[in-house]
């Protein structure tokens, strides 16, 4: 019988029809938590709450995931975001249809399907800015590193006065203060661990039989 863990639960979630979803482009709602596992919680101004399945996601929300959680969520849109543990993620000023600006630290996989308007987002972690014009990209640890990867549609990765072009296949080494790394073809394996790390397939299928403890 195959062991059911608590990253199929989260990547299983990515494959939910949107359909009951519609509805959530109202005021500044921007979405909801389509499901969490371990620890996590939710901070709206001075208000902190557990991050829990199905919680509205607002202007100016950041989630944050623990040592042992994952999350899911759901912007408007159709835009799905895998967060991975000890990962946190603020909507500092995001407009569903228009774009805006995250905030990311520690582990994330961005998704938007190809056949929506692209969006004018910009992406801010420590190590540099990602701008996103509607693609599925991995920005994460891996080997070692602070990096970013693209598995489908281009993005460009800016620090330090340098701008680098990533298209699918490609990653880079991100450094605080540095400029982006050299940009190089991933290899299979290094890809498979980078979205493992957060319980999905490079394309956004559930992993089969991953243990927690990997």
Do not use: K
């Not at 359909?19 to 909801?32: C, K, N, P």
């Not at 709450?49 to 929300?61: I, P, V």
């Not at 909507?91 to 249809?97: I, P, Q, T, V």
């Not at 774009?99 to 929506?116: H, K, L, N, T």
């Amino acid at each position: 019988m195959p062991l059911i863990t608590r990253r199929h639960v989260l990547a299983a979630a990515a494959t939910l029809p949107l359909v009951r979803m519609a509805h959530a482009s109202t005021g500044s709602e921007l979405g909801e938590v389509l499901a969490v596992s371990g620890d996590g919680m939710l901070q709206r101004g001075a208000e902190e709450m557990a991050l829990e399945t199905g919680a509205a996601l607002m202007n100016g929300d950041t989630a944050r995931t623990g040592e042992d959680g994952l999350a899911l969520l759901y912007l408007n849109r159709d835009t799905r975001i895998n967060l991975g543990v000890n990962s946190q993620i603020e909507l500092a000023n995001f407009l569903s249809e228009v774009g805006g600006v995250i905030q990311v630290g520690g582990a994330m996989v961005f998704d938007r399907p190809d056949d929506m308007p692209p969006l004018d987002l910009r992406v801010v972690t420590a190590f540099g800015e990602i701008g996103v014009r509607g693609t599925r990209f991995f920005v994460g640890p891996s080997s070692g590193d602070y990096a970013v990867f693209v598995q489908r549609g281009t993005v460009t990765v800016s620090n330090a006065d340098t701008t680098r072009t990533l298209n699918a296949g490609d990653g880079c080494v991100l450094a605080e203060g540095a400029e982006p790394g050299v940009v190089t073809q991933w290899s299979s394996p290094r890809i498979d661990a980078a979205f493992a790390s957060l319980g999905v397939t490079p394309t956004g299928e559930p992993l089969e039989d991953t243990p927690d403890s990997e």
